[in-house]
């Protein structure tokens, strides 16, 4: 999937959804440890339920790899179910790869040959060789780590460089714009460090920015829509425990898709509206103005 093709699907759906699939035995609804392959049923019937207002799921793989060969299976088939029912659909592993040339060509190759991923999400710590392998495939993203929403993260990502006076985050992103365009490109983003959104777009104004955070992490949309967002929206916003876990019972998917709904794909069309993507024909006064017989709307910046 392009970049026009992915801007494309925001618009259409007026979502910038995507719902981790953070798929645990011990969390799922009882009653599907009785199926033939829970990991797959649980992630299936979230995944019809919630495609209406999302545009992306990011199985992370540390959920199916705990599992052994059958939790890979689970992972195939979820996958590959994804792209067969909705290829509209973009699919992130969110797999945090990284190593020397040689062992990222493969990963590549597994991600992306072997399993019909659209992107993957790369550790830059190895520098230019261990990304460049993910890069060789036409329509196939890498989603690099910038600056993550982890406690841990104010370990080593915020510290300054005396020589360049930048954060490690920001040299990341600066060296990283000479490697690859926003065409194939995306970065790791943190919503609970929304308040360095505006400093970040200042150094990739263009990328796709993926932000985890929202949700169970406490990030906040609104700040995340308020400095992230972009002329093509260039956000994919990810919640994970908060959507797929709403509830334990037999309509579990039917919870999932109300908040999906509620909390984020409403809250997104208007956000995109605000900014100015999506059009809009009811009033809001206090941020509206006409502009050929139709209500335009600002951008947040502005609201």
């Given amino acids: 999937m392009d970049y026009k093709k992915l801007s494309s699907e925001i618009l259409s759906k007026g979502s910038f959804l995507c719902i981790g699939l953070d798929t645990d035995l011990t969390k799922i609804p009882k009653h599907l440890l009785d199926t033939e392959d829970p990991q797959f049923e649980f992630n299936k019937q979230i995944v019809d339920a919630t495609h209406h207002f999302a545009i992306a799921y990011k199985p992370n793989l540390a959920f199916y790899e705990a599992e052994g060969v059958k939790g890979w299976q689970s992972l195939e088939k979820t996958v590959c179910y994804i792209k067969d029912n909705y290829p509209d659909l973009f699919v992130i592993a969110d797999a945090k790869r990284g190593d020397i040339g040689n062992t990222s060509k493969l990963y590549a190759k597994a991600f992306f040959e072997k399993l019909p991923f659209d992107a993957i999400t790369v550790a830059p710590y190895m520098g230019e060789d261990s990304i460049t392998p993910f890069l060789e495939y036409p329509n196939k993203w890498v989603i690099l780590l910038a600056l993550t929403s982890n ?48 400093e970040i777009r200042e150094i990739v104004p263009d990328n796709f920015l993926l932000v985890p955070g929202v949700g169970a992490q406490g990030g906040s949309l609104e700040e995340v829509a308020k400095y992230g967002m972009n002329d093509s929206c260039g956000l994919i916003v990810n919640s ?13 998917a039917g919870a999932a898709a109300k908040i999906a709904f509620e909390k984020y794909q409403q809250p997104m069309r208007q956000y995109l509206q605000a900014y100015g993507l999506l059009w809009c024909n009811f009033f809001l006064p206090s941020i509206s103005s006409v502009i050929y017989g139709r209500f335009f709307l600002y951008s947040p910046s502005k609201i």
Avoid: C, P
């Fill in 151 to 198: 406690k841990g993260s104010l370990d080593f990502q915020h510290n300054a460089n005396a020589d360049t006076d930048q954060s490690l985050h920001q040299e990341v992103l600066t060296k990283s714009k000479k490697w690859s365009t926003k065409q194939n490109m995306m970065y790791v983003v943190g919503a609970t460090q929304a308040d360095k959104l505006r």
């Fill in 240 to 252: 994970s425990r908060e959507i797929i876990y709403a509830s334990n019972d037999k309509n579990f």
